[in-house]
């Protein structure tokens, strides 16, 4: 493949700096399990108070795992940007703004060593304690990281095994994730990369692999995008890191790919690595693939980030790469890393945002006194002893996920008739049949019903035998552009499988 289609650098820059508070004793409690050796090297052990054990990571639930959600820090690399850019640049504020309303994930790198790196961790665990959402990390320091390229850069092994127990250490006892190295195991298909890198990756990527585990903390491998690498050899690279003993996988860190269709590449991933969980970046997808993965023009922010609970293996969809930092000095960009206006302005033009996420569940009761009220009003919520009227389980809110659709075939196989197949689900229902609409040159001439029977789809999916379609049209002779769209049933909007141009007999 060509590089262009595959992989964004994703150097960042430091993070912030806050003050530390106490969660000393729930580090020390969990501290022991830090202790790891990287060749000679073994690396600083909290001293501990006793003896705790970590918890399975790959057995927690999604909603254990993220809490109220990821954690969203008021000191963002936005709401710097934000601020520094009020007086020159409005514009450019307002975007830092609306950006630095959600959560992005927290970059760890060669930049954040020693005290600033204790800082930096603290003061995101500090934050997430409060409001009881979850911090999400990236280590991005790996020898040798992104092979030459924009981003180049990293430790040298030993280093990086102790940068890296340093960062379990503050971790242990702590809820968090970490996002493990970005374009590690997908870059080994690139050219740039030494043929022998992967040996070493898979040594270096077990190791901490390792160390998150020990730690109890949930730890994601990089398993590139659905345009990079095949799902059979994404997973052998996988299980050569560690994955198994690890929360799972990343996709689509820093690109563009729409996220059904990475949803689609992950569940084959998954199913070929033991059932491992996964998230997804969704940060600067809302667009889809914009021909390049630097800087892509016309970009759009994607779904907010959530945690998600549709019956597959995805854990949540985050935005790790941080939007409005540049990929490097392409498309007139800055520095990689780099706060770059005009590009985070165009993000939040072209934003698709889906639904909004469900607000986390109140553990406090209600502040209004309802026993104060002869009758209950319209304001203040009761008791669930005092409703009068329990409605019926309510279905889980839509994840913000898009119907799954994939076209296998547009023929012309006899005069003036067009016949399309295909299969498309939407995890949000999988009872029900996805109506497919059937374009052609823009103008909708069916919709057909997905119920066919597709026992390969289900022996892929897991989600069910009944979710084929296939129809045939009239269309009148000639070079034809046909798409086709599915309509999601949840709220997670609709899906293109794009178009294709059929010459009509």
Known sequence: MRRAERRPPVRRSTVEHRTAVAHAALRRAA????????????VGV????TAVAAPDVRT??????????????DTSEAARAATALAATDPAGAAAARTIAQYPVATWLGDWTTGTTLTRTIDAALAGAAKDGTTPVFVTYAIPHRDCGGYSAGGFDETTYAAWVDQIASRLAGHRAAVIVEPDSLAMLSNSACDATLGQQ??????????A????????????????????????ARLDAAGVRKARGFFTNVANYYPTDREQTYAERVSAATGGSHYVIDTSRNGQGWRGTWCNGPGAGLGTTPRVVADGSHLDALLWVKTPGASDGTCGGGPAAGKWWSA???????NARLGTPAPAPKASATPSAKVTAAPKPTATPTPKP???????????????????????????????RRLTVRGWAFDRDDLRRAVSVRVL??????TTVAAAGSRPDVDRAYGVGATHGFHTTVSAASGKRKVCLTAVGIGAGGDTSTGCVVVTVR
């Open 343 to 349: 590009f985070a302005q165009a993000l939040v033009a």
């Open 46 to 49: 909290l001293t501990p108070t």
């Open 201 to 210: 990756r898979s040594r270096i990527l077990s190791r901490e692999v390792d």
């Open 385 to 415: 002893a005092v409703t009068p009227k329990p409605t019926a389980t309510p279905r889980p809110a839509a994840p913000g996920v898009r119907p799954t659709v994939h076209r296998d075939q547009a023929v012309s196989a006899s005069a």
């Open 60 to 73: 927690l639930t999604a909603a254990q795992l993220y809490g109220a959600g990821p954690y969203r820090s």
């Open 31 to 42: 501290g022991a399990v830090v202790a790891l050796t990287a060749g000679a090297l073994v």
């Open 440 to 445: 052609v040159d823009g103008r909708t001439v």
């Open 212 to 235: 998150f585990a020990a730690a109890g903390v949930a730890a994601y491998l990089d398993a590139g995008n659905s345009n990079w690498v095949p799902p059979a050899v994404m997973a």
